[in-house]
């Protein structure tokens, strides 16, 4: 009897064994699975993983030359451009070309801050003005009411600084330059950023560095007329050429790229013109056009949204076009009837036989005549 009860205790725990077993294979069999299969997007299993959808490319083509940022500083411009193209896709390149005189030139709008500024420090050294606030270091925090003594403090102390770091950097090799730069790049980095705000630029208004610190690439030509236009357009073939994008954003008025706007629909692309020319070729051959000034105040970011919207209903559209082609309705309605009839393969083919035409050569009342005389 004690030897019955032991047995039945055993077959018990090991019944519950089993089915502890399948239930936790079960519960968790989701949470063995590969690591290749478990994605981000999705919350609790891979099987409920959004699949996401490829955004194309878009490059920016800038003719700094025909439309340089005049009216706007040229960072905040050149980051409200590259803002309101991300609504066409993923920007992938931003290409700048000008010649030297692009960059030295000065805009109007700059040379008179500069000029409002010089008389502001030519009343404060003769005591007639004075700041409301001080004149705050952005690198030691020293403040000064005098914004010619508060430059020289700049240029004396942390100019020299700087240039200190870099000749050190430059005369170093190996491990010991990585080490300098790792230990001043911090400060280097300070000291530009409060240099924007202070020091004048020795040429032009800085707008080569202001490019490259918003992520373009900025090439300089020669001064000889349209080689930036020849270099940026080459610069575009190579691009459509390699199949990079799938948008491209030209900054322009110039009336030369409407070949180059008309070749890139050509192969598919679509097409953006910034510009201020209202009437211009090229906002009449490209797919959507904004101006400088829908790009400064976001405009154009929101519209961009409505643009992109009609390009895909136009693309599905174009799926849903018929066309027709006589070669390719010949061969499909003469597949369809060969395949019902094989009599008709005959006629189509131009065989037929000669004793049902010698009974079509006469009239059909004759025809009708003779055989009703047959018996």
């Avoid at 090991?14 to 294979?25: D, S, V």
């Avoid at 992938?92 to 000029?115: C, D, E, L, T």
Wanted: charged share 30%.
């Amino acid at each position: 009897m004690l030897n019955l009860v032991k047995s039945n205790t055993t077959l018990d725990i090991i019944q519950f064994i089993k089915k502890t077993r399948t239930t936790f294979i079960v519960c968790g069999f989701r949470h063995f699975t590969s690591a290749s299969d478990w994605h981000p997007e999705s919350s609790v299993f891979p099987s409920s993983s959004v699949k996401r959808v490829p955004r194309n490319n878009v490059g920016i083509f800038w003719d700094l030359d025909n439309k340089p940022p005049k009216s706007f500083p040229p960072y905040d411009a050149a980051i409200r451009l590259k803002k309101a193209t991300e609504e066409f896709g993923s920007v992938k390149y931003m290409i700048a070309y000008a010649n030297h005189h692009a960059f030295r030139y000065v805009p109007p709008s700059v040379r008179a801050q500069r000029g409002e500024r010089k008389a502001l420090n030519e009343l404060e050294n003769t005591g007639v003005v004075k700041p409301d606030e001080p004149y705050k270091c952005r690198v030691c925090g020293r403040r000064f009411y005098n914004n010619e003594k508060f430059i020289n403090h700049f240029k004396q102390i942390h100019e020299r600084e700087q240039m200190k770091r870099l000749n050190q950097i430059e005369s170093a090799r190996g491990k010991r330059r990585v080490n300098l730069v790792a230990k001043n790049s911090m400060k280097m980095e300070k000291f530009r950023n409060a240099a924007r705000d202070i020091l004048t630029p020795k040429v032009g208004y800085g707008l080569m560095d202001e490019l490259k610190r918003a992520g373009y690439w900025v090439g300089k030509v020669s001064d000889k007329p349209q080689a930036a236009d020849s270099a940026l357009r080459n610069h575009m073939v190579d691009v459509m050429d390699r199949r990079m994008v799938e948008c491209i954003v030209l900054v322009s008025d110039d009336s030369d790229f409407v070949e180059i706007l008309k070749e890139a629909r050509l192969r598919c692309l679509k097409t953006v013109v910034v510009g201020d020319s209202n009437d211009g070729a090229l906002k009449r051959t490209a797919d959507a056009a904004f101006s400088w000034q829908e790009i400064m105040m976001g405009k154009a970011k929101k519209e961009a949204v409505s643009v992109l919207g009609r390009w895909k209903d136009r693309d599905a559209l174009k799926r849903l076009e018929w066309s027709f082609d006589p070669e390719t309705e010949r061969e499909l309605f003469c597949s369809e009837v060969l395949s019902e009839d094989s009599d008709v393969e005959c006629l189509l083919s131009g065989e037929s036989d000669a004793s049902v035409l010698k009974k079509n050569d006469g009239a059909w009342w004759e025809l009708e005549s003779s055989d009703a005389e047959k018996p």
